[in-house]
């Protein structure tokens, strides 16, 4: 093999490149990262969401972009749960009006896995103190 | 509607189309597949002919006579319900309703002559909402899109910022969001979105208030009633009435866009 | 073959590094824009598109003047073309990735460029703009590929690539006539509303793109082995000087309908051009300098003499991309948009990121350019390996 002296020196130097934020760990790094920790919400009458646990936990994100969808470009405004109860298809507007602290709900989970939705860029908190009028 | 059928409708590639409940648009009008895919497929739109196939055609019938100089009642309304920033100056300005004189805002009447009525009259002007808008034609991602209704909508989370929109509209109707808009805006309204950073708006006839039965904002907070609104295919709405008895003007009708404002003079 | 690119002389890699610098200080501005928005652009509601788009429309032209000396070395089989095809094809692949760049820094969101595939929308121009692009660099990437390792293997090349080649010349002819159709197919802005656009860009895009391949060409057999032939070099100053020919002329039935009809939203587009409208005058000097220009470029070319003395011709070159430049890359987008509308006149001028983002752009394509170039003469042993 030619040069094998400098490939084994690169692919040394590339094995510690590509492992460091093992090595930064071990070396004590950051502390970990907190689990996510949801407030819900707690009034009686706000026990029941628009679609089931699980189906929210893993697809509420299909949910909302249908709901977008459907709402600009169709102009249907109206969602029909699982259970035939009808909801008005809002993030602002139903969503918020239960889970009204996004980063007590939303960010949580999002923060954690490192996803950054760009909701909030245009949609409003009602309960944000510099959106209160 | 189920997902099934919403990514079907995705898949088509289908410019999608409007159907509000409400007063103005009668619930039958629920559009069918097949309606719109025939209605899409073709490449080139066929000549400058108005859409007669859909039932409810949104229009406006502003009295330029009864509109009162100085006022901005209908502005103010439609700034505050639609997070619409102010950033106190013109480069980076974001206008849906606006005042412009009548030689500006009507290029090409050019009379020498005009009436004293309409001479130093500042015109409201906003979106067209033109039955053949040459902003959806150009649109490459069909953020901009017409309603079956004939609303002419957007969608904030597709429009990509490429301006096309801006460049094909001949009534300067659509404003572009240079900067972050949100720092200018007084009190943000949470029932509507405000928008990001580079993508472009206009006036979309108020459709969140349609759909709750509700006319649009400025024709409401009107106080002098100059503005009414509601479907030209129907032969008993004010604004057939009031086309009926009255003399009427669009902007630029000429370009064959078909533009769906009419004003009294 | 990349290799090639990796080998050079001191001066090789000084030009390289200070092509870098100024890539670099693009990529910084463009970070500022791409945080603060557009607004740091001298774009504004009235005049919603400047030099990203104006940029885009020039290099348009640029890529597709390949075509000149691919199709009279292919069609015609003109031999004397056969050095400089290559570097026709790559000078055509910097500049349509230039072109892609600058609509790329146009965008609002560009994090959402995909939408254009995902939503394919047939009745908007951009959308086959899009592809017309991206087709047209596919062709030249497999083209100069193909050839130059061909050449490199010192084998004759494969015949499908004959092909291939054949079908890249109508499409050149298209990318910029769907580019000229983004502009003239709208129905509120006057002045690109003429059927002559697209004529129009084709004959500025023959004039403009074979100039700099004879400023190109000069300059490498100044700085290596290189010599494009003293047949091939006239020939080109030949087709310049029909196209630039053309050009002026399509120019002028501009102004005669303009003028002769008279129509007012017609005039006062051409009027803000070259005498000012409202008292605001700012781009009638740039104006000016062009047609002053076209018009000592066009005697410098029709006048043999001048035409085939090499000297001249690099000038003449010059004065044809400067000339060009202003009419299609400062005066065409602009002035679509004075007057506005409304009929009121609001001035556009480039802000410093502004045009150091475009800086950066042109920068990126010349720093392409020599690259590819370097590799072609390389496994052309025209200059030391």
């Known amino acids: 093999m030619y040069d094998s002296g400098k490939i084994i020196i690169g692919l040394i130097i590339f094995a510690g490149i590509f492992t460091s934020p093992f090595w930064y760990d071990l070396s004590g790094g950051k502390e970990a990262l907190k689990a996510p920790v949801l407030v819900l919400p707690t009034k009686a009458d706000q026990q029941v969401c628009v679609n089931t646990l699980e189906y929210m936990r893993a697809d509420h994100m299909v949910l909302l972009n249908d709901w977008r969808y459907e709402v600009v470009r169709l102009g249907d405004r109206t969602y029909q749960s699982p259970d035939h109860k009808e909801f008005n298809m809002s993030l602002t ?41 | 509607m189920n997902k099934s059928r919403r990514n079907f409708l995705k898949i088509a590639g289908i410019t999608a189309v409007g159907v509000t409940a409400g007063k103005f648009i009668p619930a039958e009008v629920k559009d069918s597949t097949a309606q719109l895919i025939s209605k899409n497929s073709g490449l080139l739109k066929k000549g400058t002919a108005v859409k007669t196939d859909s039932k409810v055609r949104l229009a406006m019938v502003v009295d330029l006579r009864k509109c009162k100089e100085g006022c901005t009642k209908c502005i103010d309304e439609c700034n505050k319900i639609h997070n619409i920033p102010n950033f106190g100056e013109s480069k980076d300005e974001i206008k849906w309703i606006w005042k412009e004189p009548y030689e500006n805002a009507f290029v090409d009447q050019e009379n020498f002559y005009l009436s004293d009525a309409l001479k130093n009259k500042n015109v409201p002007v906003f979106c067209n909402n033109c039955n053949n808008p040459p902003c959806v034609e150009v649109c490459p991602t069909q953020a901009t899109f017409q309603r079956e209704d004939g609303i002419v909508m957007m969608d904030w989370h597709r429009c990509i910022g490429c301006r096309y929109c801006m460049a094909a509209c001949p009534y300067g109707s659509r404003s572009f969001n240079w900067r972050d808009p949100r720092p200018f805006i007084k009190n943000i309204n949470p029932d ?74 | 073959m990349l290799e090639y690119a990796l080998k050079g002389n001191k001066k090789y890699w000084s030009w390289l590094f200070l092509l870098a610098i100024i890539i670099a200080a693009g990529f910084y501005f463009y970070m500022k824009q791409f945080n603060y928005g557009l607004g740091i652009t001298g774009m504004s509601r009235n005049i919603s598109w400047g030099l990203y788009i104006a940029q885009f429309t020039f290099i348009v032209g640029v890529a597709a003047s390949a075509v000149m000396v691919v199709l009279p070395y292919y069609l015609h089989d003109y031999k004397a073309f056969g050095k400089i095809t290559i570097l026709g094809e790559f000078l055509a692949i910097a500049s349509i990735i230039m072109c892609i760049l600058f609509v790329t820094v146009d965008l609002g969101q560009p994090m959402r460029v995909a939408n254009i595939f995902l939503y394919p929308t047939f009745h908007s121009l951009m959308f086959w703009d899009v592809l017309a692009l991206s087709g047209y660099l596919i062709l030249n990437v497999i083209i100069t590929r193909v050839t130059l390792d061909a050449e490199h293997k010192s084998i004759a090349p494969p015949k499908w690539i004959r092909v291939v080649i054949i079908i890249s010349i109508p499409w050149a002819v298209s990318i910029h006539t769907v580019t000229a159709f983004l502009f003239a197919g709208l129905a509120g802005r006057p002045f690109w509303l003429t059927a002559i656009l697209a004529p129009r860009f084709l004959a500025s895009a023959f004039s403009a793109g074979p100039a700099l391949l004879v400023i190109l060409c000069l300059v490498l057999r100044r700085l290596t082995k290189f010599d494009p032939g003293e047949q091939a070099l006239k020939k080109l100053g030949l087709i310049i000087t029909y196209a630039m020919c053309l050009n002026v002329f399509f120019i002028l039935m501009e102004f005669f309908t303009t003028f002769y009809s008279g129509i007012p939203d017609h005039v006062s587009h051409m009027q803000y051009l070259y005498e000012g409208l409202d008292g605001k005058a700012r ?39 400067l000339s060009i430049w202003i009419d299609k890359g400062l005066g065409l987008v602009i002035t679509g948009f004075i007057p506005t509308p409304f009929g009121k006149v609001v001035q556009y001028w480039p802000t410093i990121p502004e045009s150091f983002i475009s800086l950066g752009i042109w920068a990126i394509g010349i720093f392409l350019i020599s690259i590819f170039y370097k590799i072609a003469l390389s496994i052309r042993r025209e200059i030391e390996v």
């Not at chain 1, 602290?101 to 949580?108: G, I, K, L, R, V």
């Not at chain 2, 708006?201 to 208030?209: A, G, S, Y």
């Not at chain 3, 000097?285 to 690099?314: C, D, E, G, Q």
């Open chain 2, 192 to 265: 509507f979105p405000t928008r990001t950073k580079g993508v472009v708006e206009k006036c979309e006839f108020c459709d969140e208030r349609l759909s709750q039965g509700l006319p649009p904002a400025c024709v409401e907070v009107c106080p002098e009633k100059a503005l009414a609104f509601g479907n030209l295919n129907d032969p008993e709405s004010d604004v057939r009435k009031l086309l009926k008895e009255n003399f009427s003007i669009r902007r630029k009708p000429e370009l064959g866009t078909n533009p769906e404002i009419y004003y009294l003079v």
């Open chain 1, 93 to 133: 507007g139903t969503c918020l009006n239960c889970h009204a602290n996004s980063a007590q709900f939303c960010d949580q989970c999002h923060s954690y896995i490192g996803e950054t939705p760009y909701c909030w860029e245009c949609h409003t908190e009602i309960n944000k103190p510099e959106n209160m009028q």
């Open chain 3, 283 to 321: 781009l009638v000097p740039w104006m000016w300098t062009s047609a002053f220009l076209s018009i000592v470029s066009l005697l410098f070319l029709i006048i043999p003499k001048l035409r085939n003395n090499n000297k001249i011709l690099f000038i003449t070159s010059i004065i044809v991309f």
